[in-house]
């Protein structure tokens, strides 16, 4: 990022000045250390809220320097395979839904491409930046020649991002919620493929922002019909009254790639 030139010395000087500091037992206790370059402190309960804020303010910063003005969103599964590797998959169904894999690859790729006219300022694919659905979206941007964006997160497992996210804009993240508000931040379009409790999650919390109208309406699509049917019943929750009739209408089922496009650009038709 662009440093201004200002009057006074900046913090990173300051860091090295103190580290060159003679080693007493002054220096050498935690409470000397500068606030803003002592671990202990930063990781503290009582500034969580400084960590909030700064997992806002970096990725945001790094954007917008990078003059990202709109994103295409693709949730989905990680562990939906390759369809090269589908054999190695735990389960037949995991194994079938394979091909949208591939159709996520083709999305982005295609999506990218239209994103290299406006020299990656508009449409950029962003995903969760790890293996499955997540990998074959910044691979297909790769593949298309273009950037993509990664929004990582610390977890036990899968916490490595896939080696098709563009370097300088993949980022990690220790809270879900602030991980969920840049996915959305600069959303044109949410796509949502199959998957488990995370794709679910993300979904849904989509899905109730534009209900609510705490977010502006964007195309919903979701790729596989016959999987989001299998595991939501939509009509139930209408005929029960949980939802209205209209809310329905906030997300589409698509199958390719190509049709995901043609329903996105018309979307209002």
């Known amino acids: 990022m662009a440093r ?72 989905g599964g990680a562990r939906i395979p390759d369809p090269v590797k589908k ?9 079938d839904l394979s091909k949208y894999y591939e159709e996520a690859r083709k999305f982005a790729h295609l999506v990218t491409l239209r994103s290299m006219e406006s020299y990656g300022k508009q449409d950029v694919v962003v995903t969760g930046g790890g293996p499955g659905v997540m990998e074959a979206g910044n691979r297909g941007a790769a593949e298309a020649g273009g950037s993509s964006i990664a929004l990582n997160i610390v977890l036990p497992f899968e916490q490595a991002p896939n ?23 600069r959303a044109k379009v949410v796509t949502a493929f199959p998957g488990g409790f995370g794709t679910l999650d993300e979904l849904f919390e989509t899905l109730t922002l534009i209900q609510t109208q705490r977010m502006k309406r964007v195309p919903i699509l979701l790729f596989g019909e016959k999987f989001w049917r ?19 209408e906030l997300f589409k089922f698509v199958e390719t790639a190509e049709e995901a496009i043609e329903a996105m650009d018309n979307w209002d038709a």
């Open 87 to 95: 054999d190695e998959a735990r389960t037949k169904t995991l194994s």
């Open 163 to 185: 080696e098709y996210c563009t370097p300088e804009l993949c980022f990690n993240f220790h809270y879900f919620a602030t991980r969920k508000i840049h996915f959305l931040m």
């Open 4 to 75: 201004k030139q200002v009057t006074f010395p900046n913090a990173e000087t300051d860091v090295k000045v103190a580290g060159g500091m003679p080693e007493t037992a002054q220096t050498k206790a935690p409470a000397y250390r500068l606030a803003f370059n002592d671990p202990d402190f930063l990781c503290s309960d009582e500034l969580r809220s400084i960590r909030i804020q700064l997992e806002m303010m970096k990725p945001e910063m790094i954007l917008a320097e990078r003059g990202i003005e709109s994103t295409i969103v693709m949730f």
């Open 230 to 248: 299998s595991i939501i019943n939509w009509e139930t929750l209408a005929e029960a009254g949980t939802i209205a009739e209209d809310d329905l």
